[in-house]
């Protein structure tokens, strides 16, 4: 049984295919303009890669910011309930699940059967998100796969208190120009973004085991930044963070099908 | 400035000590801290008072005396009439911000999903965050006015539903008692009080099994009276130039009636502050000594920051003559028969501070402001309002046009939170109000 | 015309049913909340509007006086009275309901004065001494009318009023009645637009209007592809376009405690009393809007017996940004349905419909969380 999952996202695009329930095949392109473009560009890579044909696949479910404009998905979900099902097929302890994207951070609560119990959103502001951390790195002129490492060579974290991310970018620069060392400004920098993330963990409540998946799980200082806040270690997963969301929107791919 | 004599300082810390209860930790807390914080300053009648108030709760709660909490805009004469204790609520975040401790209760108040600024008024959310910690008094009964602001209203709503005590809203009306705010008049609008605090009675009569004794009551009326007499003069004596007490003294005024209005402690206090003025003026001392800025202030004092007030004295010699809280503007009133005394209890909520000038239309924030800038001879107006405070901020501007239309004179306003010193920090408002002083008004 | 058009025709700020009353050469007011007693208004011959900023977009005006950090509807009427949008109004009703509405007036008064402008002290409690107060209220407010508007309203005339409104208000109720069908034959959006229609039809002809729609409606073939019942509860909603995205998601909305919904006619008015007595009682002990300080344990009552009543699998609650009334209260409301296991959605949301993408999201989460229970 071939069935796939196509997430469409902000920054980008990502498909799974999965054969009798293990993966087959993946792919991370980067987004373009129109969703359908990116759900196309994600699916043939995938594809490609195990020589096989849109027609092969018996069941796809899109999701992401762009679900609705795949044209060749049979249905829908929200990317949250795929995040969930996706950490929680891989490790069944999971609890809680913490999703940072390109434009938007969530935290998904799942139960001991893997069902979503409760969710936060914070999609009206880049403070937290991918987004947050690509302005950061143009303005100290680095890589953005530069931050992480360099955050954790800071010895005196630097102090960024302003909320939104347009007044932080701001902050950072007259941090530069009193001669603050970068890697303890980057430190503050993945401070804050913790902090922001959080906040939206108070929402649903912490509880163990927690991972964290989406694009910006990959970097390290994101990751330990936010460890030492929670005070808990998050639980790393066999696959990639960022496919994650397409992982899940194949699993349900899986059961539509069964179901069918 | 003389400093607390090492023996009084010494015998309140004594008095400080020794267990007063898990549920009054952060009670007692507020109060070394408060006790610490002002070891420098002269001991003063008022601050004799902010003490006792402190020391009062463990006292009734050792007597088993019936505590009721009322908030920071209710004189709590009746409740000392029937003895009862009054708590009054916001002394928790007035008390902890200087302390900057309000901040722990209002990062726990978000983290239980309780309300964010500023949708919520932060002078009572620390105290859903440290009643859920455990760390707050609960009292007996809870008392709140459900006008004129909706987030204490609101958050009062939630305490009553997570303490399960009982509760008693009163409605302050929104029209005017005497004929001259003309169209906002309405001649019925004492006679609504009265009614309402006379179902106050019964209620509390229930609540703590017993009756109210009417000579009490007479006499504590007398007490509230002869209090607001010494203020009333107090008041007037403040238009003198110079001003003959430092920014702000009138909030002493304010905090001997909202939490001893009715006793003796409260006439006590406020006769020192009314002797005090009239002493100065006789030796001619001024508060601010080369006085040459008066500043009206309608609005709280910015709470977390202790400093501010002497910053503003020292740098550029001016007097902040009173808050919005601390003029305290109730008159005095005939208690010689029980239905006067309800009729002065009446007009004190009616009147009380912050209640009288923003219950009904901006006319009467606006006339208050006005009267204020003519009668003390004022050059500026600063309005740091709160974020969250809606009602308030939004007569802001308008009141801000009015004002600087009749009388000429620059107004500053400025959002900041007088509770939590993150949202705008100390130095942010000092360049604001420097800024402003220093283009516009010198 | 039929029923649907007529409806529609009606949900316009301005329209066709206004500009024919004001064509006989009659008075129209525009109201605040659900608090003010519509019976009086209208028993002086003059249409009562309620207030609404429908098609406001940005609101630079509101914000300077008002400040950003405040509800955006009121914010938002600001604007529009700047605008001009208003201008079909003889004159406003407000109260001070809450506190934003509260300095509305105020700054409306100073900055876009009507020709007309009065306000209500509504109490905010309920008992004996201020269903009397308000009572007291009501009486000088009729009188106020009376003078300015130079027309007598009788006793009659207000007992006929209320008579009519009480019929609409029992047509309502059965309206929604049929809703607690397991194929409800109509939806939240299509209800929500027939109360709205209310405000601009002359009472006669909405009652006309209602009874047809009811016997239409009750033969219909029920909606059956839906995922979820839904309560919709919360502050001032009157864009169907919100209630829409919810019901195209899969969440039918049966019922709602919602400004221009169940809190506008669920009570009804006394006819065997004095009518101002009648309508201070009805008014004041309605069921409650957050700003009612005694009332919580009945509201949330009232919403525990309609999930029970209508079936409902998971409460949404839509609160306005900054509102501190509805903030508090979900606060409440969200830990009673917490305690009883009942799933529900916590939605902020601006008074114009915005970011309906991210609404979207988290409304379909919800819908596929209410699907695997």
Known sequence: ?260 | MKKLDIEIYNKYKKLGRGNWGKDLSMWKMMYMGILYQRKDEEFTTILELLFNIFLDLPKARKEGKTIIMHPFNYGPEIFHAMNLEPLMQELFSVGLAPLHLNETYIDFSNKIGFGDNPTLCNAQRPLIGSFMQGAAPIPDLLFFLSTPCNSLAMTYQVFENLAKIPAFNMDVPYWAYEQQASEFYDDKTVEYMVKQIKDLISWLEQESKQKLNYENFQQTMKNVNQAREYILEFNELLKTVPCPMPSQAGFGNYLAMVTRGGTDDAVKATKWLRDTAVENIKNGIAGVPDEKIRIAWPYTHVFFDADLLTWLEETFKAVVIMDLLGFYQVLPHDTSTIDKCYESLALGTLDFSMVGTCRGPIEYYIEFLLNYVKDYKIDCVIMPMQFACKHAYAMARVTSEVVREETGIPVLIFGCDPYDSREVTSEAIRTRISEFLTQIVL | MCMMEKIEQAIPLFNNWIANWKNEGKKVLGYFCSYIPEEIIYAADILPIRMRARGCTDTPMGDAYMTPTTCSFTRCCLELANRKQYDFLDGIISCNCCDQVRRLYDNLRYKTPFPYHYIIGIPGYVSNTTIDWFKHELSKFKKKLEYEFNIAISQEKLKKTIYMYNKSRTLLKELYMLRKRDNPPVSGTEIIKILLAGISIPREQFNEILELELKQINKKNGISDYRARVMLVGSMLDEPEYIGIIENLGGLVVIDSLCFGTRYFWDLVDETLDPLEALAKRYLSKISCPRMTDGHLKRAEFMMDMIKEFKVDGVIFQRMKFCPLWWAEIFMLRNKLKEDHIPFLDLEREYVLSGAGAMKTRVQTFMEILETR
């Open chain 1, 1 to 260: 049984m071939l069935v796939a999952g196509c997430d469409v996202g902000s920054l980008t695009g990502k498909a799974v295919i999965l054969k009798d329930g293990e993966i087959l095949s993946y792919s991370i392109v980067p987004t373009t303009p129109k969703p359908e473009r990116t759900a196309r560009n994600a699916m043939n890579e995938a594809l490609k890669k195990e020589n096989l044909s849109l027609d092969n696949i018996e069941y796809i479910i899109g999701t992401g910011y762009g679900r609705v404009k795949i044209p060749f998905a049979n249905s829908e979900t929200s990317e949250l309930t795929c995040h969930g099902k996706g950490a929680y097929s891989l490790v069944q302890s999971i609890r809680t699940i913490i999703d940072v994207g390109g434009q938007d951070c969530k935290v998904i609560k799942v139960d001991k059967n893997g069902k979503i119990l409760d969710f936060a959103m914070n999609d009206k502001c880049a403070a937290g998100t991918g987004r947050f951390l690509e302005v950061m790195a143009r303005t100290l002129e680095l890589k953005l796969e530069e931050l992480g490492p360099i955050s954790l060579l800071s010895k005196n974290q630097a102090k960024i208190t302003a909320q939104c991310s347009v007044f932080a970018e701001t902050e950072v620069v007259s941090l530069m120009a009193d001669g603050v060392e970068v890697a303890d400004i980057v430190a503050g920098i993945h401070d804050a973004i913790a902090s922001r993330i959080m906040s939206l963990i108070y929402r649903v409540g912490l509880e163990e085991d927690l991972t964290i998946t989406g694009g910006v799980a990959k970097n390290l200082g994101v990751v330990a930044y936010l460890e030492k806040r929670m005070g808990v270690k998050a639980k790393k997963l066999s696959v990639d963070p960022q496919l994650i969301g397409a992982l899940g929107a194949a699993l349900i791919a899986k059961e539509k099908l069964k179901a069918q």
